[in-house]
């Protein structure tokens, strides 16, 4: 770990080390993806949308072996279901959440359009980071999902269209929120903060 940077994002940029190594497509989401866009907040954990196959596991696994506990058993379960598993690193209990690629086509058009960040100035560090407009849409998602009662998803979504709206990509936003069937969520967030 580097002693420059915050814990938890070196222990992220480690764990993003081991999957650019292996050659594993990936791209960072929710809170982390989120402060990057202008939503800074505390969190204990942080999400990996990752391209994982079977074939990638056992490597992984082993490469995390030294600091994290990581299931593999878990891990081939969630590729094979294409859901989730962790890894918990063993000297913060800092929690690193996977995310297998789902097999859908807004699954692929956003880990495409991820985009490489710089996340640390000294020494330089980059890392690839969900789009503004992908996290606002899966965030929608997860409140959906949730019976719409998560204050945090919410203000994370309101936050991002605050800090960067006029920048955003609105024709992506409102074709895949119709598609995703999240065009009266997106609508309500916009007018919450007065925004088009």
Do not use: C
Request: glycine share 8%; hydrophobic share 40%.
């Amino acid at each position: 770990m580097s002693p420059n940077i915050p814990t938890s994002l070196s222990v992220v940029l480690d764990v993003i080390g081991v999957l650019e190594d292996l050659g594993v497509r990936y791209h960072l989401g929710s809170s982390f993806a989120s402060a990057v866009h202008g939503v800074p907040r505390q969190t204990m954990d942080a999400d990996l949308v990752v391209d994982l196959s079977a074939g990638h596991v056992d490597r992984l696994v082993g490469r995390l072996a030294n600091d994290f506990y990581a299931d593999r058993d878990a891990a081939m379960d969630a590729v094979a279901r294409r859901s989730s598993f962790n890894a918990i690193h063993l000297a913060t209990g800092f929690k690193v959440d996977f995310f297998v690629k789902g097999s859908g086509k807004f699954d692929d058009v956003e880990l495409e359009r991820s985009r490489l960040t710089q996340v640390v100035e000294n020494p330089p560090r980059s890392a690839w980071i969900k789009s503004p407009e992908d996290t606002i849409l899966r965030k929608l998602q997860w409140f959906r999902k949730g019976g719409e009662v998560s204050d945090r998803q919410w203000r994370d979504v309101l936050g991002i269209l605050m800090a960067i709206g006029e920048r955003l990509d609105d024709d992506y936003l409102d074709m895949w929120a119709r598609t995703l069937g999240l065009s009266d969520l997106l609508e309500r967030a916009r007018g919450q903060i007065g925004s088009r």
